[in-house]
């Protein structure tokens, strides 16, 4: 089974600028799927969205943990078929430690 990682903001120099940041690399971070939606017809901006698959879930943790200090970008990610699970300050640590507990791996 693939698990996600979707990482979102309407900057989307924030989110790269966080990527390259995290993987200490200057060029395109290889393995993020990239894409655009209009948030709503009021609002023109577009929300730019990462998305990360993975078969181990354990890779997302030290990322999850490095986006807890970073207020632009939202995230939201899935462990099972169909559910996602908005990341927040006030559950990322909850997050993690399920995460562990789940896939000791």
Not at 5 to 27: R, T
């Amino acid at each position: 089974m693939d698990y996600t990682l979707n990482l979102y903001s309407s900057n989307q120099e924030c989110i790269s600028k966080f990527l390259k940041s995290f993987y200490e690399k200057d060029k395109n971070i290889l393995g993020w799927e990239i894409s655009s939606h209009l948030s709503n017809k009021e609002n023109k901006n577009p929300v730019y969205v990462y998305t990360k698959r993975t078969t181990n879930p354990v890779d997302f943790v030290v990322l999850l943990g490095a986006l807890a200090d970073n207020n632009n970008i939202k995230a939201w990610l899935s462990l099972d078929k169909d559910a996602f699970i908005n990341i927040t300050h006030n559950n990322i640590d909850l997050i993690i430690k399920y995460i562990y507990e789940r896939f000791p791996y």
